[in-house]
Each structure stands twice: as structure tokens, then as C-alpha cells.
């Protein structure tokens, strides 16, 4: 059964950094693009973050350019937010997400594997 996993989370004052990690568990996961989303309460889900299957190809929400970035690790399955400068709108569930189905893209629509979400709040 594949499935993701997500950890780190937590609360931060704005400013300062937090790294998260998405573990993942299947025979493919390795060879897809995964995906970092973000849902702030009341508010549509909103992409932060994706990158490809190899690690060479990433893209980035215009709102976090420059301070998070995605890699990932595929001998470990694991792949990483990490979040530096945050602000007190960075404040969402994150989820972490795979595209089985190689379609690539930004939308939520593209990924069809979902991890539970791990809570990121930032304190001003």
C-alpha cells in the first residue's frame, strides 16, 4: 500500500525556519514528481512547491520563492520543505503529494496520493 507521510510541523515564530519531511512508502514513488501543498483555514488549497522524479526540476509559488526549498532523497524515499523566513501567512496544514500518473503540474488535481497534513504555525 503506498502512502505518505508527513512530519515536522510546528509552531514558529515568524522569521525563524522549520523543515518538513514526507515519507514515502510504495514501489513507484521514487521515479514521480512529488509535491508540497498548503490549506490555511477557510481558505482553497494552494500549491507552495513540486519536484521532479531525478531532483534537477523544481517549481515554486511566487508567495515562497526564495525562502522554502523542496528536495528529496530517493534511496531514503523521503522528500523536504524547508522553510526559512517564515511569515505569520505561511500558517497552514501542509501536504505532501505524489503524481502517479506522471501528468506533472501544479494543480491539486495532477496528484493522486495524499499524506494527512502536518500543521505549520507562525507566530508574529
Known amino acids: 500500500q503506498e502512502q505518505l507521510v508527513e512530519s515536522g510541523g510546528g509552531l514558529v515564530q515568524a522569521g525563524g525556519s522549520l523543515r518538513l519531511s514526507c515519507a514515502a512508502s510504495?514501489?513507484?514513488?521514487?521515479?514521480?514528481?512529488m509535491a508540497w501543498f498548503r490549506q490555511s483555514p477557510g481558505k482553497d488549497r494552494e500549491f507552495v512547491a513540486t519536484i521532479a522524479w531525478s531532483g534537477g526540476s523544481t517549481i515554486y509559488a511566487d508567495s515562497v520563492k526564495g525562502r522554502f526549498t523542496i528536495s528529496r532523497d530517493n534511496a531514503k524515499r523521503t522528500v523536504y520543505l524547508q522553510m526559512n523566513s517564515l511569515k505569520p501567512e505561511d500558517t497552514a496544514v501542509y501536504y505532501c503529494?505524489?503524481?502517479?500518473?506522471?501528468?506533472?503540474?501544479?494543480?491539486?488535481?495532477?496528484?493522486?496520493?495524499w499524506g494527512q497534513g502536518t500543521q505549520v504555525t507562525v507566530s508574529s
Open positions: 503529494a505524489a503524481d502517479r500518473r506522471g501528468r506533472v503540474g501544479v494543480s491539486g488535481d495532477v496528484y493522486d496520493l
Open positions: 510504495g514501489r513507484t514513488l521514487s521515479s514521480v514528481f
